[in-house]
């Protein structure tokens, strides 16, 4: 088979004996791929640092058998090195980029997953750790999927909200109006966060630069997103912890005392 050359982003690598890498990327076509880099800590000819977390690279790998790609060589587009002078900005992106590599079936291509997840890590060098960019982050990444989350109307009865409160419980698809949400159930949330997060799923899929939150959006938009994120997966995430000790959520919003 004829070795592919591909833009990716280094999502992971992992040491493998005394000078070898095993490395998970993102392709744009190929999707999640693990590829066995020989010699990649020390061969400065064929990877030099291209292989660092979060860096954008030029690559050529060739199939191999078992489940790991051979890696072959790679140029260095951009290493995103601002990552690394800032804990919150690192760790939003080692989140973003683990993220990825839970929700999305390994080896399904999506150009718009991976053009998001490239602004992602492209806005976090350029504004720094923010909160709002981990929120519209997660909100389209969801939408990509598959598992947008009912914002504006009842998941259940689907009618629209009229009241300056509903419930919000991803377990049933999102938000409940008082006569289908059980009491007590889900978190309380505000019809203008709702709004808010609705209408962030009608601007560009790159964009994240403009966007300014106020607390309550912030604190509720933060923990409904948290809830959805929760839902979809299989497991915890291990740059969580970390990056909810670097970066903690605002608090303030997503009750579940408190009834609509």
Known sequence: MEPRRSEVIVLRSLPYGEDDLVVTFFCREG????GFAPH???SRKRFGATLSPFAGILLQWSAAKGSLVRMKEAELLDLRAELRTSLPALALAGYGCELVGKILPHEEGSPEIYGLLRAYLDS???QGPRIETRML???RLLKLCGYEPHLLHCSRCLEGFSGAQARFDASCGGS???ACA???QGMAVSAGTLGSLSRCLA????AFEGFRFGPLTLAEGSALLADCVRSHLHGALKSLGFLERVMPQPQGGGSRSNSP
Do not use: I, M, N, S
Not at 31 to 34: I, T, V
Not at 203 to 206: D, S, W, Y
């Open 124 to 126: 976090l060098c350029r």
């Open 137 to 139: 982050f997660e909100l």
């Open 40 to 42: 990649g800590r020390k």
């Open 203 to 206: 601007t560009p899929l790159e």
């Open 176 to 178: 409940l109006c008082g």
């Open 182 to 184: 059980a009491e007590g």
């Open 31 to 34: 999707g999640l791929l693990r």
